[in-house]
C-alpha cells in the first residue's frame, strides 16, 4: 500500500528539510534574544509612563486640595457677609484637615463644624496674625479679618512638591506664585504688575525696606494719599541706601474701591538692594539682591 523510498533519497529529503526549517523560522517569527529586547524596551516604556502618570497624579492631588482650601475661605467669607444665623464664619487649620466653624473663635466640639479631611496631602506651615495662629475669622460687613498670612500644603508622598495660600487683611484668598529664575536665565523683573485682588484706594502708607547685609534696613514711608491724583497712584524717587542710590517707579494701572493693579519699575542697572514693598504693613512684593520677585499678599505678580 505504501511505497517505500530509497534510503539515498530518504536522506536527502530528511537534510532538505533540517535546512528549509530554520530559514522558516528566521524569516517568520522572532528570535529568543529579539524577544528579550522587545521586552525589555516595553516595560522601561512602561516605567516611564507609569512615573508621569505619579507625578501627575500627584500634582493633581496637590492642585485639587489647594483649590478646595480656597473655596472654604470663600464660603466662610460669603457667609460672613450673608450674616447667616447672624454670626461670624472662620476656617481652622491642622496638619490633617482643615474646618469651616461659625463664631468668633473655633471650638472643636461644635457639631456645626464642618470637617475637610486630607488623605494624599498635609498642611505643614500655618502662620495667620491672631491670637492662635491656627484661625481665620472673617468680619461682618466688610468680609476683611484681622488674621492675614498664609498656610501652607505638600504632598505626603513628595514634601518638595509645596503650594501656599494667602489671605489679605481685605479676606482676599489666593494661591502664591514665585517668579524665579529659570535655570542660568536671570528673569527680568525690571517691569512688573501687582494684581492685589483687594484695594489700597484708603489705605495710608507704602512702605519701601531696603535690606543692606551688615546694615540696618533702610525705611522709605510714601503716603499714599498724597500721590493719588484723577484716580491713580503715581510715585517715582530715588532712595539712598549706604551711598547707593536706589531708583523706582510705581503707578496704578487699577485703583477703585474692589481692587489695585500697581506696575513697579525697578531697573536691576540701578538697583542693588534687597526690597520689600508695604501696604499698611501688608507685604506685596520682595525682591532681592538680584532682582528676583516673589509676590506677597497678592493674587498675581506679572512680568512686563
Known amino acids: 500500500m505504501f511505497q517505500k523510498l530509497p534510503k539515498a533519497r530518504a536522506h536527502n529529503l530528511f537534510q532538505k528539510a533540517r535546512r528549509q526549517r530554520p530559514a522558516k523560522l528566521s524569516g517568520q517569527g522572532f528570535t529568543l534574544i529579539e524577544l528579550l529586547i522587545v521586552t525589555t524596551i516595553l516595560m522601561i516604556l512602561l516605567i516611564i509612563v507609569l512615573a508621569r502618570l505619579g507625578t501627575f497624579g500627584g500634582q493633581v492631588d496637590l492642585n485639587t486640595a489647594s483649590q478646595r482650601i480656597l473655596s472654604t475661605l470663600q464660603r466662610a467669607r460669603n457667609q460672613t457677609l450673608a450674616s447667616e444665623n447672624e454670626t461670624v464664619y472662620g476656617v481652622h487649620f491642622e496638619t490633617t484637615k482643615y ?79 514665585t517668579v524665579t529664575p529659570t535655570g542660568t536665565r536671570v528673569t527680568d523683573t525690571r517691569h512688573i504688575h501687582l494684581v492685589f485682588g483687594w ?22 514711608d510714601i503716603p499714599i494719599q498724597n500721590y493719588i491724583g484723577g484716580g491713580k497712584f503715581d510715585w517715582e524717587g530715588t532712595v539712598d541706601v549706604y551711598g547707593d542710590d536706589q531708583e523706582l517707579k510705581i503707578h496704578s494701572h487699577v485703583l477703585d474701591a474692589s481692587d489695585t493693579t500697581l506696575s513697579v519699575h525697578r531697573d536691576h542697572r540701578k538697583n542693588d538692594k534687597a526690597l520689600e514693598i508695604q501696604i499698611d ?3 506685596v512684593v520682595n525682591y532681592d539682591a538680584a532682582g528676583v520677585a516673589t509676590p506677597g499678599f497678592i493674587n498675581q505678580l506679572i512680568i512686563q
Request: hydrophobic share 30%.
Open 99 to 177: 474646618v469651616l466653624f461659625q463664631g468668633a473663635t473655633y471650638d472643636p466640639l461644635d457639631t456645626n463644624n464642618v470637617d475637610y479631611d486630607l488623605d494624599t496631602t498635609e498642611i505643614y506651615g500655618v502662620n495667620f496674625a491672631g491670637s492662635t495662629g491656627n484661625d481665620v475669622v472673617f468680619d461682618r460687613v466688610r468680609g476683611t479679618t484681622s488674621n492675614n498670612g498664609s498656610v501652607s500644603i505638600r504632598l505626603l508622598a513628595d514634601n518638595s512638591k509645596t503650594q501656599t495660600i494667602l489671605v489679605s487683611f481685605q479676606g482676599q484668598a489666593s494661591l502664591q506664585e
Open 199 to 220: 484695594s489700597m484706594q484708603s489705605s495710608t502708607t507704602m512702605r519701601l525696606i531696603f535690606s543692606d547685609p551688615g546694615n540696618p534696613d533702610v525705611i522709605e
Open 281 to 283: 504693613g501688608t507685604t
